[in-house]
T-cell receptor, first 110, second 118 residues
Framework: GQQLNQSPQSMFIQEGEDVSMNCTSS?????WLWYKQDPGEGPVLLIA?????ELTSNGRLTAQFGITRKDSFLNISASIPSDVGIYFC??????????FGPGTRLSVLP | GAVVSQHPSRVICKSGTSVKIECRSL??????MFWYRQFPKQSLMLMAT?????????EQGVEKDKFLINHASLTLSTLTVTSAHPEDSSFYIC??????????????FGPGTRLTVL
């Protein structure tokens, strides 16, 4: 079946640093979604990408839809303590086939 | 963004009882709703996909008689954990899908329900 890989699995950064994480697959998707999950909460949609090559920002977050349609990356600039959480990517195919990655766990050190 | 609610947020029950969890899309009609289970420090595990008015599609390894799903309307889906046992204790999260077949395919998650079975 389709699988997504997220890298890194976890990361520890200093407050103020930029963060980069990515999501890769052997399959093509027509939509990429990035979510953040705080402890004890449901994931919250951060950014949705619909076209290959598309670069979209949401505040300090920037995500890109890979040109091959098999990958996507998420950047967070000038990290702050509230950026702590698990970041999930999801690839979507035509119809309702959503595939979620295993997540990247981000810790921000003061 | 779209809002999805879940009720209850936490439930503690005795072994052998049944627990119903509700998932509602508050400001859009969701033709598809998804139910996930999440163990501590692990990713989301899809349990089943439900379409309004039809039977849910369960993922491999998920007992459909154990986890009953009803999607009676475009804004409400319920998950009933029947004869719950301690190993059913987990974080259950629903999501509502806004599926357009092209642009705008998105899932919006509820806040989750923490189930503890004693």
């Amino acid at each position: 079946g389709q699988q997504l890989n997220q890298s890194p699995q976890s990361m520890f950064i200093q407050e103020g640093e930029d963060v980069s994480m990515n999501c890769t697959s052997s399959s093509i998707f027509n939509t990429w979604l990035w979510y953040k999950q705080d402890p004890g909460e449901g994931p919250v949609l951060l950014i949705a990408l619909y076209k290959a090559g598309e670069l979209t920002s949401n505040g300090r977050l920037t995500a890109q839809f890979g040109i091959t349609r098999k990958d996507s990356f998420l950047n967070i600039s000038a990290s702050i303590p509230s950026d702590v959480g698990i970041y999930f990517c999801a690839g979507v195919n035509y119809g309702q086939n959503f595939v979620f990655g295993p997540g990247t766990r981000l810790s921000v050190l003061p | 963004g779209a809002v999805v609610s879940q009720h209850p947020s936490r439930v503690i029950c005795k072994s052998g009882t049944s627990v119903k969890i509700e998932c509602r899309s508050l400001d859009f009609q969701a033709t598809t709703m998804f139910w996930y289970r999440q163990f501590p420090k692990q990713s989301l595990m899809l349990m089943a996909t439900s379409n309004e008015g039809s039977k849910a599609t369960y993922e491999q390894g998920v007992e459909k008689d154990k986890f009953l799903i009803n999607h009676a309307s475009l804004t409400l889906s319920t998950l009933t954990v029947t004869s719950a046992h301690p190993e059913d204790s987990s974080f259950y999260i629903c999501s509502a899908g806004r599926i357009s077949g092209g642009l705008g395919n998105e899932q919006f998650f509820g806040p989750g329900t923490r189930l503890t079975v004693l």
